[in-house]
C-alpha cells in the first residue's frame, strides 16, 4: 500500500490543529482552497497544469477548536488521519497539566508525524470554494450571531463577583459565545461547529446557568450546527435570554 507523511503541529492554548500531507507544494502547483465551515480549511492540490479533480490531493489544511470537536461529531478530515491527531492532542494536553505559567502555556506547540494511505488523501469530486457573501442570508446570520452576542453580555454579568473558579469558567464561557456569535457573522452563512463544541464543552465546567438553563442552551447550540435550523436557534437563544434578563431582574 502506497503511503505519504502526514506532518501535524497543534497549538493547545488556541485549540488549533493544521496539517501538511506530503512534500512541500511544487511552485507550479493549482491549488483549491475548500472551506467546508467556519472553523476550517482545506487546501487541494493538483501538480502543475492538471486540473484533473479526481487527481488532485489534500496537501495541508487547519481546524479550530479540534480538540473539543474531536470530543463530538469528529473532524471533517480522513478517518486515517484520526489516530495520529487523537494522539497528539491527548499527549499535548497531559504536558499542559504540568504547565502553571500562562506565558508559557500560550507558547506550546506540539508536533507529530504518521505515515497514512494516498488514497486517503485523494479527492474524487470537485472542492468547493470559499463561499462569497450572500445578501439573501445575511439578515439569518445577523439574527443568530446578535442572540449570541446578547447571550455572551448576560452569561457575562452573571459571573461571580469574587475570583475564583465558577468566576473563571463562566468568563470562559461568555467569551466563547462571543467568538460563536463573531465567527458566524464573518462565516458567510457558513456554521462553525468547533466553535459551538468548545461552547457546549464550557458550558459544563462550573458556569452560572442552573440545569434547565444549560439544556435549553445545549439544544440552541446543536441547531447551530446546522444552518436549515437557525431559525429555530436564534428564537430558542432570544427566550433563554429574555427569561435569564427576566431571573436577574427579580433577585
Known sequence: ???TRLHLRYRPAAD???GRIGPPLADEAT????AIDADTTLVWTADGEDTDLAEMRLSSFQ???AAARLEGAGLPTPAEFEPPMRSLIEATGLTMIDIDDPARRLRVVAEATADVPTA???HGERPD????SNTADQWRVSQVSNSLARLADVVHHRAPAVDGPDAVNTEHFSRLLRELSTTIAHGFGRPAPGTSAATRKASRIGVALTEPELRALDAALVELDDTHRWHRASRSLDHLVDDLEQTDRCR
Open 1 to 3: 500500500m502506497s503511503t
Open 16 to 18: 488549533v490543529l493544521s
Open 31 to 34: 491549488t483549491v482552497v475548500e
Open 63 to 65: 481546524l479550530v477548536h
Open 120 to 122: 486517503a488523501v485523494r
Open 129 to 132: 470554494r470559499p463561499p462569497g
